[in-house]
Protein backbone atom coordinates (compact mmCIF):
# COMPACT_ATOMS: atom_id res chain seq x y z
CA UNK A 1 0.00 0.00 0.00
CA UNK A 2 0.96 3.03 -0.96
CA UNK A 3 -0.20 6.58 0.93
CA UNK A 4 -0.03 10.15 -0.22
CA UNK A 5 -0.07 12.87 2.75
CA UNK A 6 -0.38 16.53 1.80
CA UNK A 7 -0.45 19.82 3.15
CA UNK A 8 -2.29 22.82 2.10
CA UNK A 9 -3.83 25.42 3.61
CA UNK A 10 -2.93 24.12 6.75
CA UNK A 11 -4.89 21.17 6.04
CA UNK A 12 -4.17 17.53 5.40
CA UNK A 13 -5.22 14.86 3.24
CA UNK A 14 -4.42 11.62 2.97
CA UNK A 15 -4.60 9.42 -0.36
CA UNK A 16 -4.59 6.20 -1.31
CA UNK A 17 -1.99 6.41 -4.04
CA UNK A 18 -2.02 3.53 -6.82
CA UNK A 19 -0.27 3.24 -10.38
CA UNK A 20 -3.29 4.69 -11.89
CA UNK A 21 -3.56 7.01 -9.69
CA UNK A 22 -0.56 9.30 -8.70
CA UNK A 23 -0.11 11.38 -5.62
CA UNK A 24 -1.84 15.51 -5.73
CA UNK A 25 0.15 18.26 -6.14
CA UNK A 26 1.94 19.12 -2.88
CA UNK A 27 1.90 15.97 -1.81
CA UNK A 28 4.79 16.17 1.16
CA UNK A 29 5.28 12.55 2.49
CA UNK A 30 4.56 8.73 0.65
CA UNK A 31 4.00 5.88 2.74
CA UNK A 32 4.92 2.21 1.33
CA UNK A 33 3.92 -0.47 3.17
CA UNK A 34 4.99 -3.80 1.95
CA UNK A 35 4.30 -2.64 -1.53
CA UNK A 36 3.39 -5.23 -4.04
CA UNK A 37 5.16 -5.85 -7.33
CA UNK A 38 3.06 -2.77 -9.46
CA UNK A 39 3.53 -0.19 -6.55
CA UNK A 40 6.97 -0.87 -6.50
CA UNK A 41 7.68 -0.41 -10.37
CA UNK A 42 6.10 2.88 -10.15
CA UNK A 43 7.64 3.97 -7.23
CA UNK A 44 11.09 2.92 -8.37
CA UNK A 45 10.33 4.58 -11.91
CA UNK A 46 8.83 7.85 -10.60
CA UNK A 47 11.67 8.34 -7.85
CA UNK A 48 14.62 6.71 -8.69
CA UNK A 49 16.91 5.27 -5.54
CA UNK A 50 13.81 5.80 -3.33
CA UNK A 51 13.19 2.58 -1.91
CA UNK A 52 16.47 -0.13 -0.77
CA UNK A 53 16.42 -3.94 -1.23
CA UNK A 54 14.53 -5.95 0.72
CA UNK A 55 18.00 -7.57 2.04
CA UNK A 56 19.60 -3.86 2.49
CA UNK A 57 16.96 -2.66 4.34
CA UNK A 58 18.39 -4.94 7.91
CA UNK A 59 21.67 -3.90 7.36
CA UNK A 60 23.53 -2.68 10.88
CA UNK A 61 26.58 -1.04 9.14
CA UNK A 62 26.92 2.58 9.52
CA UNK A 63 27.54 3.16 5.24
CA UNK A 64 24.51 1.06 4.76
CA UNK A 65 21.68 2.82 7.20
CA UNK A 66 22.72 6.52 6.84
CA UNK A 67 23.82 8.11 3.92
CA UNK A 68 23.21 10.76 0.91
CA UNK A 69 23.40 9.99 -2.79
CA UNK A 70 21.88 11.98 -5.75
CA UNK A 71 17.78 10.71 -4.63
CA UNK A 72 18.02 13.03 -1.33
CA UNK A 73 18.82 11.61 1.91
CA UNK A 74 18.45 8.00 2.73
CA UNK A 75 18.38 7.07 6.81
CA UNK A 76 17.12 3.03 8.10
CA UNK A 77 15.91 3.49 11.50
CA UNK A 78 14.32 0.86 13.45
CA UNK A 79 10.43 1.63 14.87
CA UNK A 80 8.70 -0.42 17.74
CA UNK A 81 5.85 -2.45 16.89
CA UNK A 82 3.61 -3.91 19.84
CA UNK A 83 1.68 -7.02 19.27
CA UNK A 84 0.06 -8.05 22.13
CA UNK A 85 2.72 -8.26 25.43
CA UNK A 86 5.58 -9.02 22.26
CA UNK A 87 7.40 -5.55 21.05
CA UNK A 88 8.79 -6.22 17.82
CA UNK A 89 11.60 -3.74 15.87
CA UNK A 90 10.72 -2.81 12.43
CA UNK A 91 13.38 -1.58 10.06
CA UNK A 92 11.93 1.47 8.51
CA UNK A 93 14.21 3.25 5.41
CA UNK A 94 13.87 6.91 4.87
CA UNK A 95 14.27 8.98 1.56
CA UNK A 96 14.31 12.93 2.70
CA UNK A 97 14.18 14.64 -0.77
CA UNK A 98 13.96 18.40 -1.18
CA UNK A 99 9.80 18.10 -1.79
CA UNK A 100 9.61 15.23 -0.78
CA UNK A 101 9.89 12.55 2.65
CA UNK A 102 9.26 8.64 0.87
CA UNK A 103 9.22 5.65 3.67
CA UNK A 104 9.40 2.19 3.41
CA UNK A 105 8.15 -0.42 6.36
CA UNK A 106 8.65 -3.64 5.67
CA UNK A 107 5.58 -4.40 7.58
CA UNK A 108 2.81 -2.19 9.06
CA UNK A 109 3.54 -0.06 12.51
CA UNK A 110 1.54 1.26 15.23
CA UNK A 111 3.39 4.74 15.10
CA UNK A 112 3.07 5.38 11.70
CA UNK A 113 -0.57 4.83 12.42
CA UNK A 114 -0.88 6.75 15.15
CA UNK A 115 1.38 9.73 12.86
CA UNK A 116 -1.65 9.10 10.36
CA UNK A 117 -4.47 9.93 12.72
CA UNK A 118 -2.29 13.12 14.12
CA UNK A 119 -2.11 14.41 11.30
CA UNK A 120 -5.92 14.46 10.22
CA UNK A 121 -6.82 15.67 13.47
CA UNK A 122 -3.86 18.21 13.17
CA UNK A 123 -2.56 17.46 16.66
CA UNK A 124 0.94 16.96 15.05
CA UNK A 125 1.57 20.91 12.72
CA UNK A 126 3.99 19.22 9.39
CA UNK A 127 4.38 21.59 6.61
CA UNK A 128 7.45 20.28 5.46
CA UNK A 129 9.15 16.53 4.91
CA UNK A 130 11.23 17.40 7.45
CA UNK A 131 8.65 18.29 10.01
CA UNK A 132 7.06 14.74 9.11
CA UNK A 133 10.36 13.25 9.42
CA UNK A 134 11.53 15.03 12.86
CA UNK A 135 7.72 14.42 13.79
CA UNK A 136 7.76 10.38 13.38
CA UNK A 137 11.05 10.33 15.59
CA UNK A 138 9.59 12.65 18.37
CA UNK A 139 6.44 9.80 18.57
CA UNK A 140 8.98 7.19 18.50
CA UNK A 141 10.97 8.48 21.55
CA UNK A 142 7.99 9.11 23.08
CA UNK A 143 6.68 5.72 22.92
CA UNK A 144 9.80 4.63 23.96
CA UNK A 145 9.63 6.21 27.28
CA UNK A 146 6.30 5.31 27.71
CA UNK A 147 7.28 1.88 27.53
CA UNK A 148 9.82 1.91 30.04
CA UNK A 149 7.52 3.66 32.48
CA UNK A 150 5.60 0.57 31.87
CA UNK A 151 8.23 -2.03 32.20
CA UNK A 152 9.83 -0.88 35.55
CA UNK A 153 5.62 -0.69 36.72
CA UNK A 154 5.70 -4.53 35.78
CA UNK A 155 9.29 -4.69 37.54
CA UNK A 156 7.83 -3.18 41.21
CA UNK A 157 4.63 -5.59 40.60
CA UNK A 158 7.00 -8.15 40.54
CA UNK A 159 8.72 -7.08 43.56
CA UNK A 160 5.89 -6.68 45.45
CA UNK A 161 4.85 -9.95 45.05
CA UNK A 162 8.38 -11.16 46.11
CA UNK A 163 8.08 -9.94 49.56
CA UNK A 164 4.34 -10.96 49.76
CA UNK A 165 3.94 -14.47 51.79
CA UNK A 166 1.05 -15.36 49.67
CA UNK A 167 2.28 -15.27 46.76
CA UNK A 168 3.69 -18.49 45.54
CA UNK A 169 3.44 -18.14 41.38
CA UNK A 170 7.51 -18.73 40.72
CA UNK A 171 6.28 -19.63 37.28
CA UNK A 172 4.62 -16.80 36.46
CA UNK A 173 7.30 -14.28 38.06
CA UNK A 174 9.90 -15.91 35.40
CA UNK A 175 7.66 -15.36 32.94
CA UNK A 176 7.29 -11.45 33.80
CA UNK A 177 10.85 -11.04 34.10
CA UNK A 178 11.86 -12.66 31.43
CA UNK A 179 9.45 -10.49 29.37
CA UNK A 180 10.17 -7.53 30.67
CA UNK A 181 14.28 -8.24 30.25
CA UNK A 182 13.45 -8.62 26.93
CA UNK A 183 11.13 -5.21 26.10
CA UNK A 184 14.27 -3.68 28.01
CA UNK A 185 16.95 -4.54 25.66
CA UNK A 186 14.78 -3.65 22.10
CA UNK A 187 13.27 -0.18 23.80
CA UNK A 188 17.86 0.40 24.16
CA UNK A 189 18.20 -0.74 20.87
CA UNK A 190 15.75 1.37 19.53
CA UNK A 191 17.18 4.77 21.95
CA UNK A 192 20.77 3.89 19.98
CA UNK A 193 19.50 3.71 17.10
CA UNK A 194 17.15 6.42 17.26
CA UNK A 195 20.30 8.38 18.50
CA UNK A 196 22.22 7.76 16.07
CA UNK A 197 19.62 8.79 13.26
CA UNK A 198 18.84 11.90 14.96
CA UNK A 199 22.78 12.73 14.97
CA UNK A 200 23.26 12.18 11.18
CA UNK A 201 20.32 14.16 10.65
CA UNK A 202 21.55 16.53 12.20
CA UNK A 203 24.67 17.00 10.46
CA UNK A 204 23.32 16.32 7.15
CA UNK A 205 20.64 18.32 6.91
CA UNK A 206 21.77 21.31 9.18
CA UNK A 207 21.59 23.91 6.23
CA UNK A 208 17.75 22.66 5.60
CA UNK A 209 16.93 22.75 9.26
CA UNK A 210 15.05 25.87 11.19
CA UNK A 211 15.71 27.06 14.84
CA UNK A 212 12.91 25.06 16.10
CA UNK A 213 13.69 21.73 14.45
CA UNK A 214 16.65 22.11 15.62
CA UNK A 215 15.67 22.89 18.95
CA UNK A 216 13.33 19.41 18.80
CA UNK A 217 16.11 17.45 17.67
CA UNK A 218 17.89 18.47 20.39
CA UNK A 219 15.23 17.81 23.06
CA UNK A 220 15.10 14.38 21.81
CA UNK A 221 18.63 13.98 21.87
CA UNK A 222 18.33 15.40 25.55
CA UNK A 223 15.75 12.58 26.12
CA UNK A 224 17.74 9.55 24.74
CA UNK A 225 20.46 10.43 26.90
CA UNK A 226 17.92 10.36 30.31
CA UNK A 227 16.79 7.56 28.99
CA UNK A 228 19.51 5.12 27.80
CA UNK A 229 20.98 5.09 31.77
CA UNK A 230 17.68 4.28 33.15
CA UNK A 231 17.34 1.05 30.87
CA UNK A 232 20.72 -0.10 32.60
CA UNK A 233 19.11 0.72 35.50
CA UNK A 234 16.33 -1.63 34.91
CA UNK A 235 19.03 -4.36 34.04
CA UNK A 236 20.41 -4.50 36.86
CA UNK A 237 17.08 -4.54 38.77
CA UNK A 238 15.63 -7.44 36.12
CA UNK A 239 19.02 -9.35 37.41
CA UNK A 240 18.40 -8.64 40.84
CA UNK A 241 14.96 -10.01 40.85
CA UNK A 242 16.31 -12.63 38.64
CA UNK A 243 18.81 -14.07 41.14
CA UNK A 244 16.66 -13.58 44.25
CA UNK A 245 13.75 -15.33 42.38
CA UNK A 246 16.24 -18.13 41.87
CA UNK A 247 17.36 -18.37 45.19
CA UNK A 248 14.15 -18.27 46.43
CA UNK A 249 13.46 -21.90 43.91
CA UNK A 250 16.93 -23.04 45.16
CA UNK A 251 15.56 -22.38 48.93
CA UNK A 252 12.52 -23.92 48.24
CA UNK A 253 14.51 -26.85 46.65
CA UNK A 254 16.54 -26.88 49.87
CA UNK A 255 13.85 -27.23 52.34
CA UNK A 256 12.40 -30.02 50.65
CA UNK A 257 15.63 -31.66 50.08
CA UNK A 258 16.42 -31.18 54.18
CA UNK A 259 13.02 -32.89 54.88
CA UNK A 260 14.23 -36.05 52.78
CA UNK A 261 17.17 -36.27 54.34
CA UNK A 262 15.92 -35.47 57.90
CA UNK A 263 13.16 -38.50 57.20
CA UNK A 264 16.23 -40.39 56.41
CA UNK A 265 18.07 -40.32 58.83
CA UNK A 266 15.06 -40.30 61.68
CA UNK A 267 14.27 -44.19 60.10
CA UNK A 268 17.52 -45.19 60.33
CA UNK A 269 17.98 -46.16 64.17
CA UNK A 270 14.72 -48.10 63.89
CA UNK A 271 16.15 -49.86 60.58
CA UNK A 272 18.92 -50.80 62.79
CA UNK A 273 16.94 -52.50 65.52
CA UNK A 274 14.44 -54.01 63.02
CA UNK A 275 17.69 -55.34 60.85
CA UNK A 276 19.48 -56.81 64.06
CA UNK A 277 16.69 -58.62 65.13
CA UNK A 278 16.01 -59.71 61.62
CA UNK A 279 19.29 -62.08 61.57
CA UNK A 280 18.69 -65.32 60.84
CA UNK A 281 21.51 -66.83 63.87
CA UNK A 282 19.75 -69.74 65.83
CA UNK A 283 21.02 -68.75 69.39
CA UNK A 284 19.58 -65.28 70.13
CA UNK A 285 18.47 -65.35 73.30
CA UNK A 286 15.84 -62.74 72.63
CA UNK A 287 14.03 -64.89 70.41
CA UNK A 288 12.46 -66.99 73.19
CA UNK A 289 11.35 -63.82 75.06
CA UNK A 290 7.51 -63.78 75.35
CA UNK A 291 7.03 -60.14 74.98
CA UNK A 292 10.28 -59.99 72.61
CA UNK A 293 8.35 -58.62 69.24
CA UNK A 294 5.93 -55.75 70.97
CA UNK A 295 9.22 -54.83 73.22
CA UNK A 296 11.40 -54.55 69.57
CA UNK A 297 8.78 -52.35 67.87
CA UNK A 298 8.42 -50.03 71.03
CA UNK A 299 12.36 -49.82 70.67
CA UNK A 300 11.84 -48.96 67.02
CA UNK A 301 9.58 -45.92 68.07
CA UNK A 302 11.11 -44.78 70.32
CA UNK A 303 14.48 -44.37 68.66
CA UNK A 304 12.79 -42.55 65.94
CA UNK A 305 11.00 -40.15 68.39
CA UNK A 306 14.09 -39.68 69.95
CA UNK A 307 15.83 -38.54 66.57
CA UNK A 308 12.98 -36.45 65.73
CA UNK A 309 13.24 -34.37 69.19
CA UNK A 310 16.79 -34.17 68.80
CA UNK A 311 16.43 -32.62 65.48
CA UNK A 312 13.96 -30.39 66.58
CA UNK A 313 15.47 -28.84 69.52
CA UNK A 314 18.83 -28.29 67.23
CA UNK A 315 16.63 -26.50 64.77
CA UNK A 316 16.93 -28.39 61.84
CA UNK A 317 13.60 -28.99 61.12
Given at each position: M ?9 Q?S??RV ?9 T??LEA?E ?10 T ?6 P???D?GE ?6 YF ?5 IH ?7 R?GH???NIN??FN?R?DKL ?5 E??GL?R????HL ?9 PL ?9 K?EY??DT ?7 LE?VS?N?L??Q????N ?9 E ?5 V???L???Q ?6 M????HML?D ?5 I ?5 D ?8 G??F???N ?12 EQ ?7 S ?5 FL ?9 G?NF????E?S ?6 L??G???L?A?A?FL?F???G?L
Open positions: IYAYSAQENFIDTPDFPPAKGIWTPDSDEHHWLTHFPGCLEEELIEISSRETESGIRSLFPHADLRVALSITLQDPTFLMRKKTQHVKAATDVLIALFDAVLALEEVYEDEQASEYKDVEQLRTITLQDLNGKRLNLDTRSLRYLRSCNNEQRDNRDMLRIESLTPHTFIEKIFLMESTMGYINLNNIIKIFVAAVMPPTLIASIYMKTMPLVEYGYPALLMLSLTFKRKW
